[in-house]
């Protein structure tokens, strides 16, 4: 019997056994009309673990008939890759599917580089990280870039069916009966991620006593059992990281409170707590602000409520920040007037201060001129007075963004109008 993985046995041997991906192997497809001119170009796939990446690659060699070879960038050496290389120079062309490709080091990348160009390798990189943030731009000027889509459960229910039915690489001499429950489980809790959903049933049928007629029976308790707990699809170091952050602080920013609940519980999920108390806090300024001004402490006490605590309580008070920050009033007024006076100084709009305004201080002060003329606010009536703040080039700017969309920020925009009058 072999010692092979299911899911690795299971990797399609053509184009047209490749499950989901319609954006890039169906008909007419980037992909698909590469396999069919055998006129192949050097590409990086990328996408979440099990969608597969390393299957499309096998897919293409098996569809043009030319040699395949796998290495790993981070555990595979230079010499390594020199066989590869010299493998293609004998046959014209050989497929090196690269796994790991962000990880590749500039020794193994400067090796590479010239057997790209003059098309001795034909390389498919694989990656779970954004390529545009991760890899060389060396290696990645000289490839196509695909990103590849989750796998929706349908698809992964036709991967499972295909093992169980497949007497050759699959399940199919095993006589295997799996109760519809049991296959939407598995089909579900995947989230995508066909290797998972196939290591799990070869587990619960490798695991599971025959009946009196020698079928495997796998119920809805077997599936539970050997299905692996999922990792949500979320990576503290990979590009969903940047993802779920992203879509969860736009989730609240748009006040939609069951969206942000939904990638809140992602992150809680994946235990990161500083992640989530950094972005919440951040929030609380950038997205609320002056419209609740008070919501920023608030989302303090619950940080620190949810530090002190820890895991799995510290959930509780970080739901009910998120809840109150996504359905508070909403002004971005406090970074647009800070980021407006920062555009200014990054343009090198700034101008000598005001002599009245500079330290007076220090001996010699009144010599220079410095500090003689300054009207001290307190000593006239509202404690306020008019005098020039501004350098004189920037006398006339205004950087403060007024908004009206809480009484307390019209409060201020009142305020803001009359000294502006003054």
């Known amino acids: 019997m072999t010692t092979q993985p299911l899911s690795y046995r299971m990797r399609p041997k053509s184009i047209d056994e490749v499950l989901g991906q319609d954006h890039l192997v169906g008909e007419g497809s980037i992909i698909r009309r590469m396999v069919k001119a055998k006129r192949l170009s050097s590409m990086i796939l990328y996408g979440p673990p099990g969608i597969g990446k390393t299957s499309i690659a ?98 992964v229910e036709e991967a499972l069916k295909r093992a169980i039915g497949d007497t050759e690489r699959g399940l199919g001499k095993m006589k295997i009966e799996i109760s519809e429950d049991a296959m939407k489980y598995l089909s579900h809790t995947s989230q995508g991620d066909v290797r998972s959903a196939l290591n799990a049933l070869e587990l619960a049928a490798l695991s599971t006593e025959a009946g009196e007629q020698e079928t495997i029976h796998i119920s809805m308790e077997d599936a539970k059992a050997c299905m692996q707990k999922s990792d949500l699809l979320y990576d503290k170091d990979g590009d969903q990281h940047y993802d779920v952050m992203s879509a969860f602080q736009k989730s609240i920013r748009g006040s939609d409170v069951d969206a942000a609940l939904h990638y809140l519980a992602r992150l809680v999920e994946a235990g990161d707590l500083v992640t989530i108390a950094r972005r919440l806090l951040v929030i609380s300024y950038e997205d609320i602000g002056l419209a ?117 920020e019209k409060q201020l925009g009142d305020i803001y109008d009359k000294l502006k009058k003054l």
Do not use: W
Not at 74 to 103: C, F, W, Y
Not at 138 to 150: D, T, V
Not at 388 to 408: F, G, H, T
């Open 58 to 155: 096998s897919a293409i060699a098996g569809s043009t008939n030319f040699k395949f070879r796998v290495l790993n960038a981070v555990t595979n050496t230079k010499k390594d890759m020199q066989p590869v290389a010299e493998e293609g120079k004998m046959s014209g062309s050989v497929i090196l599917l690269l796994d790991e490709i962000h990880r590749l080091d500039k020794a193994k990348q400067d090796f590479l580089l010239p057997h790209l160009e003059n098309g001795n390798i034909i390389l498919i990189g694989a990656t779970t990280s954004n390529p545009y943030h991760a890899i060389n731009p060396a290696i990645r000027s000289r490839c196509q870039i695909f990103e590849l889509e989750l796998l929706d459960p349908e698809e």
């Open 292 to 408: 609740n001004p008070q919501l920023a402490s608030r989302t303090l006490d619950a940080i620190q409520s949810a530090e002190r605590l820890g895991f799995p309580e510290a959930r509780i008070p970080l739901s009910q920040a998120v809840i109150e920050l996504s359905l508070s009033p909403k002004s971005n007024s406090a970074i647009k007037s800070i980021d407006g006076a920062l555009s200014d100084i990054r343009k090198k709009k700034t101008g000598s201060i005001p002599k009245h305004l500079r330290d007076g201080h220090y001996k010699s002060a009144e010599k220079l001129g410095n500090a003689i003329g300054y009207k001290y606010p307190h000593n006239y009536p509202n404690h306020v007075v008019s005098q020039q703040y501004l350098p004189d080039p920037l006398v006339n700017s205004s950087y403060y963004e007024k908004s009206d969309v809480s009484k307390y």
